[in-house]
């Protein structure tokens, strides 16, 4: 079995649609969209920009995310995870999935924003740009880096498992 993967980049970068495609292709695999564990909490949800709470909650959605990892492979079944990094919750996530891949996806600003008009966006245009911005200047030390801005949907999934599949 392959070590667990996360997938990270900006906004748009196509980290949700890319690891559930890499997941399809696989025998077995789970896909843990981190927001989707952080939207889990319905009233008093703060996202990770708004102050401490906001941090705390994101803190707990990195270890919500990594213990259902952590069961997905303990029974066999393959996980690929999607989140925005930061160097707090990347050494989280290294901690909790030492083995983990990380691969991260840059995309520019005028094309993160043209795959934005084609999917719901749950961002103001200025938590948009800002959380790009974020990104853009995040010197995270990653495993692997793929310029995704040029690529189709089909193209990311297929660079994503060049990097994957040698480590099984």
Known sequence: ????????????????TTARAVAATL????????????????????????????????????????DLARR????????VL?????????????????DLVVVRFEISLVEARRRATCRPVHLT???FEHL???EATNALSVGHSIEVGGLSQEEQARAVL??????T
């Open 1 to 16: 079995m392959r070590p667990p993967l996360l997938l990270t980049g900006g906004p748009a970068s196509g980290k949700s």
């Open 27 to 66: 025998p077995l695999a789970a896909v843990v969209d981190v927001d989707d564990v952080r939207q889990l909490v319905v009233a008093g949800h703060a996202a990770p920009w708004e102050g401490d709470e906001g941090i705390r909650q994101q803190r707990l959605g990195v270890e919500n995310a990594c």
């Open 72 to 79: 997905f492979l303990g029974a066999g079944v393959e996980v």
């Open 82 to 98: 999607s989140d925005v990094l930061n160097a707090d919750t990347a050494d989280r996530y290294r901690r909790r999935l030492p």
């Open 125 to 127: 245009d200025a938590e």
């Open 132 to 134: 790009h911005a974020l």
């Open 162 to 167: 060049e990097v994957w599949s040698p480590l």
